[in-house]
Every structure is written in C-alpha cells, then in structure tokens.
C-alpha cells in the first residue's frame, strides 16, 4: 500500500468492524492535511462492512453510491431541522 496507507491488523475479537480499516501515515509537515490519502482514511473507515467487502467492482460502485446518497438525505435533514450548522 505505500507509505501513505497501512492496513490496521484485526481480527474478529478486536471489534474493528472488518479487515479493510486503513490507517494514516505520520507526517512531519502541517501540508500533509491536504494530502489525499489523509483526507480519505476517515471516509473509507466510515463505509458500511457490506461495501467494503462488496465482491466485485461493480457491486462496491453501486454501493458506495448508496451510502453516500444516505449521508448527504442524513446531512440536509439536519441542516433542515437546524440540528447542524
């Protein structure tokens, strides 16, 4: 995976939800903050287990596309009800 990513080792007795966590690497520069693989590792950590291990491409696409569209009702419901600002 580089030196950006590290897979974070879990097993079932852990309680990390699944296999494919990912962890950030360590920077010495307050620029890494605009680094890509910074700002994904919460994102990915946050997806659903059924679409991280999705068997196929496809599958994981549509998926994602799922749980993201859940995420934006979920925000502008709140920006609605006043709950987030």
Known sequence: MGRNFSR???????????GFKLKEGIFRLDIRKE???????????GLPRETVDAPSLETFQVMLDGALNYLIYLKMSLLISGELD
């Open 35 to 45: 680094f890509f693989t910074v700002r994904v590792v919460k994102q990915w950590n």
């Open 8 to 18: 974070v080792c879990c097993n079932r007795t852990s309680g990390c939800g699944y």
